[in-house]
């Protein structure tokens, strides 16, 4: 059974958007990027590091069954347990029939992306199985019961004062407003937890085929935590997160950490193949491995669109999106925001469920400039946006029948050029019936969508005949 | 067996299970070291970036050092990897006669919390990074270097690796292994960078001048 996500209305959100919001972005987007620039500078071939990152991410996604097919067999060999959900409904039911047969009563879960694309959380809620976040923003955000603001500092929308308020209501204690003090407090109540949880879930940033192996990418050690001290370890990962083997690896983990955060690499990346081996080693018993595809395999078939799981999950384009500066990550009503969210929501939710999103950007392309594998967004956000127009085959055009004759009429127009000549030469005619004092104003449907905002300039100016000008008078100024 | 997910792959992308497997594209060539004196000073420095302490150190200076870590971190229990090299520098005898608590690196995770300083080795270094690999085992605890408030790591100079895709050709087959860079970090409350969030607040790297 397939979920339906709810319609995103990115445009009436960003109509009302708290100004707080903009600001701790920007402090952090600004942050990231300064770093990303240093790190970036010190490298002289990473021009090229993309460029081969790009190359493999691409040969991955073309070849993906067989890397898959290879993955599965590599972590069974090490003593893992490897499940396929096709839905996310399939993959939080894989998850609680796991926790049920451990008779797991507490959970303790590191940041990752996949489960709450799945919305895991409430699912474990819901079958009475606390499910503690433990990365510190996701566990303030966890505790204040929003969504997070930022894809690295899921918190960043939080002063320290209403922090400090949040864990004096919730932890029963009176906490000071020093960030430090507060990150002690909140290592001291999670390091119970881990202690005493019965299973710990993490997500992945690489599952390399070659051995089977999860690679996860962490800052705060809390993913270590999760993945040392529960007896029992369930990674759920998206498929497209499989790359061929430990060569590949060394070039995404050059371009991730310096990308995502201006690190040359994050403080602890931990290489997880299989269950623990010894006695008297920690680590989990059992490992298992929930494969999720969620709509990605369906993505595949658009040869455009597809390259959106090329992604490594490194936030850059978000932090140099100027759409996303303002706005913040809530706008895009889902679990990935910024250019990347819009590109990947549409194809995973359909264009119709999220189809503002191809919008929600100007083009500029800055993202494609920073993306570590060379992700054409503004491609991707103009193919989807004609996906929108024009319907597709799971989901009808959301555009009114008169934009869209108007839309085939222009560019049938732009197609011949002697069609657009002729119109060119036609269109002064209508000049005279909207003219006030030498601008067009309260022209008919559809126009009038334009002219009820700004009047219009009268039709007539022909660049053409404009730019001839200009340059024969350039060339009699100055002859070379 | 086949499985829904991957014959929906194989159909999106126009493939069968008889597809072959296009080659994968190359990668870039490694970094190459440069002498062993530059590539320890480079180790070194990273490691300070990364506001952990790192110094050169003769063996005959170990238990001096130790002291002076002992009172300036307020050690009380430690746990130690029960590695040849660690034994034959006589780690755990000179905690125990500084009046250092000593639990078994393989004891319950509700002891290895209780302690505040554990000591590793590491098995590969990258100086470009200042990063320390570390591949577990019996002897060599992945927990060790995670749960105690302080680690110290106490290396030489044959565990130095200029890129780390000479690490990964070298550890592949490990059922774990992790690169530490720094002690824990987190910038999660108003981007104010704060150590010691999960993992140990204090990095200490002793490079074994022999």
């Not at chain 1, 339906?4 to 958007?17: G, L, M, N, R």
């Not at chain 1, 972590?75 to 993959?91: C, I, S």
């Not at chain 1, 932890?171 to 937890?193: G, K, M, S």
């Not at chain 2, 040849?84 to 000593?102: F, M, N, W, Y």
Request: aromatic letters at 6%; charged letters at 25%.
């Amino acid at each position: 059974m397939t979920d339906t996500h709810p319609y995103i209305e990115f445009e009436k959100y960003s109509e009302h958007v708290p100004p707080s919001i903009p600001l701790a972005v920007q402090q952090a987007t600004s942050r990231f990027v300064g770093g990303r620039a240093a790190r970036v500078a010190e490298l002289p071939q990473w021009e090229q590091l993309r460029q081969i990152g790009s190359d493999i991410r691409q040969h991955t996604i073309e070849n993906m069954d067989v890397y898959l097919t290879k993955l599965e067999e590599k972590v069974e060999e090490a003593g893992g347990h490897v499940h396929w959900a096709e839905t996310a409904a399939e993959a939080r039911r894989i998850v609680l029939q796991i926790a049920k047969e451990n008779n797991v009563k507490n959970v303790v879960k590191s940041k990752s992306m996949a489960t709450e694309e799945i919305e895991l959380n409430h699912a474990l809620e819901a079958a009475g199985i606390e499910s503690l976040e433990t990365d510190l923003g996701e566990y303030i955000i966890q505790l204040a019961g929003t969504g997070p603001s930022h894809i690295i500092v899921p918190a960043v929308h939080l002063k320290k004062e209403e922090i400090a308020a949040l864990f004096s209501a919730k932890l029963d204690i009176n906490a000071p407003t020093d960030p430090i003090e507060l990150a002690r407090i909140a290592r001291e109540v999670l390091r119970e937890r881990f202690l005493n949880a019965g299973m710990g879930i993490s997500g992945g940033n690489f599952l390399i085929a070659e051995t089977g192996t999860l690679v996860m990418v962490t800052n705060e050690g809390n993913g270590r935590m999760c993945t040392t001290m529960p007896d029992l370890h369930v990674a759920v990962v998206g498929i497209d997160k499989v790359i061929p083997d430990w060569a590949s690896l060394t070039v995404f983990l050059k371009l991730l950490a310096r990308s995502a955060t201006g690190q040359k690499l994050s403080t602890y990346t931990q290489f997880i193949t299989g269950p623990r081996r010894a006695e008297g080693e920690f680590g989990p018993k059992e490992f298992h491995l929930v494969l999720l595809d969620n709509g990605r395999s369906k993505i595949l078939k658009d040869p455009i669109g597809r390259d959106v799981l090329k992604c490594i999950r490194c936030g850059a384009c978000a932090n140099v999106c100027p759409v996303y500066k303002n706005v913040g990550g809530f706008a895009y009503g889902s679990f990935i925001s910024g250019p990347i969210g819009a590109i990947l929501s549409p194809q995973m939710y359909g264009t119709q469920t999220a189809r503002e999103l191809p919008y929600a950007s100007t083009l500029c392309g800055a993202c494609a400039d920073v993306c570590p594998v060379k992700i054409p967004i503004p491609t991707i956000l103009r193919h989807l946006r004609r996906r929108v127009a024009q319907g597709d085959e799971l989901s009808e055009s959301s555009m009114p029948a008169p934009i869209r004759a108007t839309a085939s009429l222009a560019s049938l127009a732009l197609a011949w050029n002697w069609i657009y000549r002729l119109g060119a030469r036609l269109l002064p005619i209508i000049n005279p019936f909207f003219r006030k004092d030498n601008w067009l104003s309260g022209m008919p449907y559809p126009l009038n969508r334009w002219t009820k905002v700004r009047p219009l300039p009268p039709f007539g100016a022909r660049f053409r005949n404009w730019w001839k000008n200009v340059r024969s008078a350039k060339e009699t100024e100055s002859p070379r | 067996m086949t499985n829904l997910v991957i014959e929906n792959i194989r159909r999106s992308l126009g493939r069968t299970d008889q597809s072959p497997l296009s080659l994968r594209p190359d990668i870039y060539e490694p970094r190459l070291p440069e002498s062993v004196d530059s590539e320890v000073a480079r180790f070194l420095d990273e490691i300070k970036k990364l506001s952990g302490v790192s110094q050169k150190l003769s063996p005959t200076n170990i238990a001096s050092a130790l002291k002076a870590l002992i009172a300036e971190q307020n050690i009380r229990k430690a746990t130690v990897w029960n590695t040849a090299h660690l034994r034959q520098l006589g780690i755990a005898d000179t905690l125990q006669s500084l009046g250092v608590e000593l639990a078994s690196p393989n004891a319950d995770k509700h002891e290895i919390a209780q302690c505040d300083l554990g000591i590793t080795e590491a098995d590969y270094l990258l100086s470009e990074t200042g990063t320390l690999v570390l591949r577990s085992s019996a002897e060599k605890p992945r927990a060790v270097s995670l749960v105690p408030r302080v680690h110290l790591a106490i290396v030489c100079p044959e565990m130095l690796r200029a890129d780390m895709h000479q690490v990964f050709a070298e550890a592949k087959d490990s059922d774990y292994l992790v690169f530490i860079t720094g002690p824990s970090r987190t910038a999660d409350i108003e981007l104010t960078v704060t150590l010691g969030v999960h993992g140990p607040k204090n990095l200490y790297v002793w490079m074994m001048d022999e």
